[in-house]
C-alpha cells in the first residue's frame, strides 16, 4: 500500500512539473490526480496512519528523498523485521528453558507421588490409630466441655463458697447475696436431674445446695441480729445491705421473724428511753424544754406528750418501711402494725401514769372536753399511721380519752346535781337567774372547744348531742322548778327570757338544730300565754273585759243581752267611751312584765298578736251589740266605731 501512495505522489510531482499534459482529458495521470485531489483525507484513516508513519522519518520533501523513498520504505520495513525476529528468538530461547525446568518438575512429581504411595503402604496402620485416637480426642474434649458446663451450672466456685462459709464475724457484702441467690438457683435449677437418669447426682447436689444455704441463712441471720441490735440510738440509719438481708430472710419465716422482733425490742428501748429524756431532760442543749416543766399546763403537757408520740410512731413506721421495701412475702403489712405496736409498747406505762394524773386531778369540765377531744385526735391520727388499733398504745389512749370523757359527763353531771338542790329564784326582772348565766358559759366554753377540736365530725355529732342533753335538760329542769312559785305572766315571762338565752347561745354552733327546734316550740308555748295576758290587760284596761265575758257567755234561751246586769246601754256606753281612750294611745296599756322581755322582737310580736285578739274581740263584741235580738236602741251611737276602723287605728 506504501508502494502505491508513493506512485501516486511520485506521479502528482510529475504532472505538476509538466502543466501541459494536465490538459489533455484522457490522460490517466490527469485522472489520478483528479482522484486524489477529489479524495478526502479525513474519512481515510488508513491513509492518515500511513502519512504518520511516514512523517517520522521523511523528513526533508527534495527529489532526491523522494526518488529514494521507495527504498527508504523497504530499507526500513527489512530493519523492523530483523528487529522482531532477534527479540522472538529470545523468547523462544526463554519458552525453551521453561518447558525443561517442567520437564524436570513433572519427573520429580513422579518421584514424589511413588515415594507417597509407598510411604502411605507402610504407615497405614499408624494412620488408623491416629484417626482412631483424635476420635477418642474429641469425644473427651466434648465429655470435658460438658463436665465444665454442669460444674458451672450445679457447683459453686471457690471465691462463692469462701464467702457463704466466712468467719462468724465476717461483715456481710454484696458478694454474699450473689453467692446465696447462686445456691437458691442450683438448688431449684438441680431438680432437673431428678427427672432423668442422673438421680443420684442430683440428689448429691441437691443434699449439698440445702446444707450450705441453711449455714448461708444461720450466718446472715446471726449478722443481721447484730445489725439490729446496734439500732438503739435516736436516729436509726437503715444501711441497704439489712434491707438485702431481710429480703433474703423471707425465705426462712422463722429468721424472718426473730430478726423483725431483735429489731422491735431494739427500737422499743430507743423509743422508751427517747421519750423520758423528752420527759425530764428535752432536746440538745436544752431545746425544745422538757415535757415535764410544763405539767401546771394540762393541755400542753397531755399535748406535747401525744405530739411527741404522734412524731416517734411516725419515724419508726418509716424505719420499718426502709427495711422491708424490698419483702415481697404475704403479710408484710401485718408485720409492720405488729413491730409498730411492739415498739411503742414500752411508753405505755409512763405515758397512762402521767395523763391519769392530770385527769384524775379534775381541772374542770371543760378543760375535761378538750382532753378527751385532743386524746381522740391523737389515737385517730396515731391509728392511720400504724394502720391497727388492736396496738398497746392506741388501747391506752383511748382509755385514757374514754376515762376523760368520763370524768367531763361526771363533772357536769355534778353540776347540774348542785343547780338542783339549791334552786335559785327568779330575779325580779324576770330575767336568767345566775346560776342559769354561768352554766351557759359553761357550755359556751365546751361548744367553742367543740367546734375547735381536729376530732374527725361523725365522732363530733355523736359528742354533741350527748354535752347538749347533760346540760339542757337539767337547765329546763331547773327553770320549771324555779317558776314553779310565779303567777302566769311571770313565769311565761322568766321562761321565755331563760329559753332565749339558752336558744341564742346554742345558735352560735353547729349540730344544733334539734335542740334549737325544741326550744322554738317552748318558746311559743309561753308566747301564747304572754300573747292572751296582754290580751287581757288590754281588754280589762280598756272596759272591754266584762262586756267580752258576757258576749261569750250569752245564749239565746236568756233573753236579749241588754237586760242583764251592767249591760244596759248606759253602762255599753261608759264602757266604750274608755275603749276609745285606749284607741287613741294604745302604747300606754302593756303588762309590767313584757318590759322585762329581753328580746325586743318577741316583744313586737307579743304587742302585734295581742292587738290582733283585741281586734277580734272587739269585732265579736260589735256583732253581738248590734244584733237587733240584744234590743239595744241605737247601736250606731252606742258603739260608734266600725269594726275597721279599729282596726286601723291600733294598726
Known amino acids: 500500500m506504501a508502494d502505491n501512495k508513493l506512485e501516486i505522489a511520485t506521479d502528482s510531482s510529475t504532472a505538476l512539473q509538466n502543466p501541459n499534459a494536465s490538459s489533455q482529458p484522457n490522460n490517466p495521470l490527469s485522472r489520478k490526480l483528479n482522484k486524489i485531489l477529489e479524495t478526502r483525507l479525513d474519512n481515510d484513516k488508513e491513509m492518515l496512519e500511513a502519512l504518520k508513519a511516514l512523517s517520522v522519518f521523511f523528513t526533508d520533501n527534495s527529489l532526491r528523498t523522494r526518488r529514494n523513498l521507495r527504498g527508504d520504505i523497504e530499507r526500513r520495513s527489512l530493519s523492523i523485521n530483523e528487529d522482531f525476529a532477534r527479540i522472538f528468538k529470545d523468547v523462544k530461547e526463554a519458552l525453551e528453558s521453561v518447558h525443561e525446568d517442567v520437564q524436570a518438575m513433572s519427573t520429580c512429581s513422579d518421584e514424589m507421588t511413588n515415594r507417597l504411595k509407598a510411604a502411605k503402604e507402610q504407615t497405614q496402620d499408624l494412620i488408623v490409630k491416629t484417626n482412631k485416637l483424635q476420635g477418642e480426642n474429641h469425644r473427651l474434649e466434648l465429655r470435658a466441655q460438658v463436665a465444665r458446663a454442669f460444674l458451672a451450672k450445679f457447683q459453686l466456685s471457690n471465691e462463692e463458697t469462701a ?6 464475724d465476717a461483715p456481710i ?8 441467690s447462686r445456691v437458691k438457683h442450683i438448688h431449684e435449677d438441680v431438680k432437673i436431674l431428678l427427672r432423668t437418669n442422673q438421680q443420684t447426682a442430683g440428689l448429691e447436689i441437691m443434699e449439698q445446695m440445702a446444707v450450705l444455704q441453711e449455714t448461708s441463712y444461720e450466718q446472715l441471720y446471726r449478722w443481721a441480729q447484730n445489725e439490729c441490735r446496734g439500732l438503739t440510738h435516736e436516729t436509726c440509719d437503715i444501711c441497704p445491705v439489712l434491707t438485702q438481708a431481710m429480703e433474703a430472710l423471707q425465705d426462712r419465716p422463722v429468721l424472718y421473724k426473730y430478726t423483725l422482733d431483735e429489731f422491735g425490742t431494739a427500737r422499743r428501748c430507743a423509743v422508751v428511753r427517747g421519750f423520758i429524756d423528752a420527759l425530764t431532760r428535752g432536746g440538745l442543749g436544752g431545746t425544745p424544754r422538757p415535757i415535764e416543766m410544763h405539767s401546771h399546763d394540762p393541755m400542753r403537757y397531755v399535748g406535747d ?9 411516725a419515724s419508726e413506721k418509716e424505719h420499718l418501711e426502709a427495711l422491708l421495701k424490698q419483702v415481697t412475702v404475704q403479710g408484710v403489712e401485718e408485720n409492720m402494725q405488729e413491730v409498730v405496736g411492739h415498739i411503742t409498747e414500752g411508753v405505755c406505762r409512763p405515758l397512762k401514769v402521767r395523763i391519769e394524773q392530770v385527769i384524775v386531778a379534775e381541772p374542770g369540765a371543760v378543760l375535761l372536753y378538750k382532753l378527751s377531744n385532743l386524746l381522740k385526735f391523737y389515737h385517730h391520727t396515731i391509728s392511720s399511721i400504724i394502720g391497727t388499733s388492736v396496738a398497746s398504745l392506741l388501747i391506752t389512749i383511748e382509755e385514757m380519752h374514754i376515762l ?10 355534778l353540776h347540774a346535781s348542785r343547780l338542783m338542790d339549791k334552786v335559785e329564784l327568779p330575779p325580779a326582772d324576770l330575767g336568767p337567774t345566775s346560776s342559769l348565766t354561768q352554766t351557759l358559759s359553761l357550755l359556751r366554753e365546751v361548744l367553742a372547744s367543740h367546734d375547735s377540736s381536729v376530732v374527725p365530725l361523725d365522732a363530733r355529732q355523736a359528742d354533741f348531742a350527748q354535752v347538749l342533753s347533760c346540760i339542757l335538760d337539767p337547765l329546763l329542769q331547773l327553770c320549771t322548778v324555779s317558776a314553779s312559785n310565779l303567777g302566769t305572766a311571770d313565769m311565761a315571762t322568766y321562761m321565755v327570757n331563760s329559753l332565749y338565752v339558752m336558744k341564742t347561745t346554742l345558735a352560735l354552733f353547729e349540730f344544733t338544730d334539734k335542740r334549737l327546734e325544741m326550744l322554738e316550740f317552748q318558746i311559743e308555748a309561753h308566747l301564747d300565754t304572754l300573747i292572751n295576758e296582754q290580751a287581757s290587760y288590754v281588754l280589762t284596761r280598756a272596759g272591754l273585759s266584762y262586756i267580752y265575758s258576757c258576749v261569750q257567755q250569752h245564749s239565746a234561751e236568756q233573753g236579749p243581752l241588754s237586760l242583764l246586769p251592767s249591760m244596759d246601754s248606759s253602762s255599753v256606753k261608759a264602757a266604750m267611751v274608755q275603749f276609745d281612750r285606749y284607741l287613741s294611745s294604745p302604747d300606754t296599756l302593756v303588762m309590767p312584765q313584757l318590759n322585762f322581755l ?34 239595744y236602741k241605737d247601736p250606731e251611737n252606742l258603739l260608734p266605731r266600725s269594726p275597721q276602723q279599729v282596726q286601723t287605728l291600733l294598726s
Request: charged residues 20%; positive net charge.
Open 404 to 413: 376523760s370523757k368520763k370524768m367531763f359527763f361526771n363533772s357536769l353531771s
Open 305 to 313: 406528750m401525744l405530739a411527741w408520740l404522734h412524731q416517734a410512731t
Open 163 to 168: 464467702t457463704l462459709r466466712g468467719a462468724r
Open 173 to 180: 457484702t454484696e458478694d454474699f447475696f450473689k453467692a446465696l
Open 598 to 631: 329581753l328580746s325586743a322582737a318577741i316583744k313586737e310580736q307579743i304587742f302585734r298578736q295581742s292587738t290582733e285578739l283585741v281586734c277580734r274581740a272587739y269585732v265579736e263584741v260589735h256583732t253581738v251589740l248590734t244584733s237587733p235580738a240584744n234590743s
